[in-house]
Nanobody
Framework: QVQLAESGGGSVQAGGSLRLSCTVS????????MGWFRQAPGKEREAVSY????????YYVDSVKGRFTISRDNAKNTVYLQMTSLKPEDTAKYYC?????????????????????WGQGTQVTVSS
């Protein structure tokens, strides 16, 4: 059974930083790309970032480029999302997800249906 355990969320003031972690069990972690999504109340789930199996390539939604960094440690079965210069509009529940593939091209990484397994989410709240 595949399980994803997210941690690292919390409440910070604008300009602050948080690092989210997601540890995966039940599969061969480095066989899969990983994604981070977020969902704010009343809004659709939004893809935030994506990293291929090896960590050699990653993507970001425009609104977080230059502020968020995705990384992974395959020895620890863990993917990270380092978030800096946080803004109130980053407030959401953040989810990690296991891709169906080792890597994707184009804009497919943004589609939730390209992911097989999801964590329970961790709340990030940024106050102004």
């Amino acid at each position: 059974q595949v399980q994803l355990a997210e941690s690292g969320g919390g409440s910070v003031q604008a300009g602050g930083s948080l690092r989210l972690s997601c540890t995966v069990s039940g599969l061969i972690f480095d066989d899969y790309a990983m994604g981070w999504f977020r969902q704010a109340p009343g809004k659709e789930r939004e893809a935030v970032s994506y990293i291929i199996w090896s960590g050699a390539r990653s993507y970001y939604v425009d609104s977080v480029k230059g502020r968020f960094t995705i990384s992974r440690d395959n020895a620890k079965n863990t993917v990270y999302l380092q978030m800096t210069s946080l803004k109130p509009e980053d407030t959401a529940k953040y989810y990690c997800a296991v891709s169906r593939y080792t890597s994707m091209f184009g804009e497919s990484w943004r589609r939730p249906d390209q992911y097989n397994n999801w964590g329970q989410g961790t709340q990030v709240t940024v106050s102004s």
